[in-house]
């Protein structure tokens, strides 16, 4: 008796295939990847910082996918694509801060809780529990987790990025990284340690570092 389930696709596969296609100049896989990650990418910048509001994260979602068409050649898939996203977002968004704040110098900014505790609770949060993203309540402590994030191995920061930042649950995770579930949850917690003892030495003695 035959079997006539449909196979399940591999998502790593199917990105490595767009990112192929998309190397070999083919319009229509351009816009599967753009439409399938620039929300990821918008929603990742915009909870970066509290100083960026919508505009300010179109801005930076531009420039990172412009650098994204200037640089998937030099893409090694040594990460999942979505990882080496998130690291060209997070830069250009720490240029882009760093430029506002030149201009700004002085003005005010509208802050907001990434718990969704004020007006803007509107933004979907699927991942409850404390962790990095609960610290970026301003610009200043958003580049301390960012150093802190920057000084561990490409493992841990990868699974606490693709958890905190790209806002996936474990079992997405699971799916990027193939691996098992629990074992998700086992190595986002021992990466969580390893994050606090950084921070706890780049952070401030008055600001506190909990996961």
Same mark, same amino acid.
């Given at each position: 008796?035959?079997?006539?389930?449909?196979?399940?696709?591999?998502? /790593?596969?199917?990105?490595?295939?767009?990112i192929?296609?998309?190397?070999?100049?083919?319009?229509d896989?351009?816009?599967?990847?753009?439409?399938?990650?620039?929300?990821?990418?918008? %929603? =990742?910048v915009?909870?970066?910082?509290?100083?960026?509001?919508h505009?300010?994260?179109?801005?930076?979602?531009?420039?990172? =996918?412009?650098?994204?068409?200037?640089?998937? /050649?030099?893409?090694?898939?040594?990460?999942?694509?979505?990882?080496? $996203?998130?690291? &060209?977002?997070?830069?250009?968004a720490?240029?882009?801060? /760093?430029?506002? %704040?030149?201009?700004?110098?002085?003005?005010? =900014?509208?802050?907001?809780?990434?718990?969704?505790?004020?007006?803007?609770?509107?933004i979907?949060?699927?991942?409850?529990?404390?962790?990095?993203?609960?610290?970026?309540?301003?610009?200043?402590?958003?580049?301390?987790? %960012?150093?802190?994030?920057?000084?561990?191995?490409?493992?841990?920061?990868? &699974? &606490?990025?693709?958890?905190?930042? /790209?806002?996936?649950?474990?079992?997405?995770?699971?799916?990027?990284?193939?691996?098992?579930?629990?074992?998700?949850?086992?190595?986002?917690?021992?990466?969580?340690d390893? $994050?606090?003892? &950084?921070?706890?030495?780049?952070?401030?003695?008055?600001?506190? =570092?909990?996961?």
């Amino acid at each position: 008796m035959s079997d006539h389930r449909a196979p399940v696709s591999d998502p /790593g596969k199917v990105d490595a295939d767009l990112i192929e296609r998309c190397r070999q100049g083919d319009s229509d896989a351009w816009d599967a990847l753009f439409d399938k990650y620039y929300p990821v990418a918008a %929603r =990742f910048v915009f909870q970066l910082s509290a100083d960026f509001c919508h505009e300010d994260t179109e801005e930076i979602c531009q420039e990172t =996918f412009f650098a994204v068409v200037r640089n998937l /050649g030099s893409f090694q898939g040594k990460s999942s694509f979505q990882t080496w $996203l998130l690291r &060209i977002a997070a830069n250009k968004a720490m240029d882009f801060r /760093g430029k506002s %704040r030149a201009e700004k110098r002085g003005g005010s =900014f509208v802050h907001f809780s990434l718990d969704g505790a004020d007006e803007r609770e509107q933004i979907d949060l699927p991942s409850r529990g404390p962790g990095p993203d609960a610290l970026l309540a301003n610009a200043e402590t958003c580049r301390l987790v %960012r150093q802190s994030l920057d000084q561990l191995d490409d493992d841990c920061r990868e &699974i &606490i990025e693709l958890r905190y930042y /790209g806002d996936l649950s474990y079992a997405d995770i699971a799916e990027e990284l193939q691996l098992n579930p629990k074992t998700v949850s086992s190595r986002l917690s021992k990466c969580l340690d390893r $994050l606090s003892v &950084i921070a706890k030495k780049i952070f401030p003695r008055e600001h506190s =570092f909990a996961v």
